[in-house]
């Protein structure tokens, strides 16, 4: 059974700081692509960041710089540091995994984590 369980957000005042996780089971971690997404209230999903199994990363342009995703195998959890946040920052964070196998993509998703910026 697949898990993905993002957790540490919360209201954060300007500038502040958060790091979020997203713990998961169910598959094998380290072969997956591991990405974060967000979504403000009345407007579409939006990539972040993600992180290949070679620890390669990318970013938004609207994140590079004060963003930083990492992952501990060992443990199975994706992670995303979050500095200098602004309300434009505001979102319900996802995690999601994906992995080609055979023919065809699998991929899951996290519930979410709020984080408010005030």
């Known amino acids: 059974h697949v898990q993905l369980v993002e957790s540490g957000g919360g209201l954060v005042q300007l500038g502040g700081s958060l790091r979020l996780s997203c713990a998961t089971s169910?598959?094998?971690?380290?072969?997956?692509?591991m990405s974060w997404y967000r979504q403000a209230p009345g407007k579409e999903r939006e990539f972040v960041s993600d992180?290949?199994?070679?620890?390669?990363?990318s970013y938004a342009d609207s994140v590079k710089g004060r963003f930083t995703t990492s992952q501990d195998n060992a443990k199975n959890t994706l992670f995303l540091q979050m500095n200098s946040l602004t309300p434009e920052d505001t979102a319900m964070y996802y995690c999601?995994?994906?992995?080609?196998?055979?023919?065809?993509?699998?991929?899951?998703w996290g519930q979410g984590t709020q984080v408010t910026v005030s």
């Open positions: 992180i290949d199994s070679d620890g390669r990363t």
């Open positions: 999601k995994a994906s992995c080609w196998k055979g023919s065809r993509w699998y991929t899951f």
């Open positions: 169910g598959f094998t971690f380290s072969t997956y692509y």
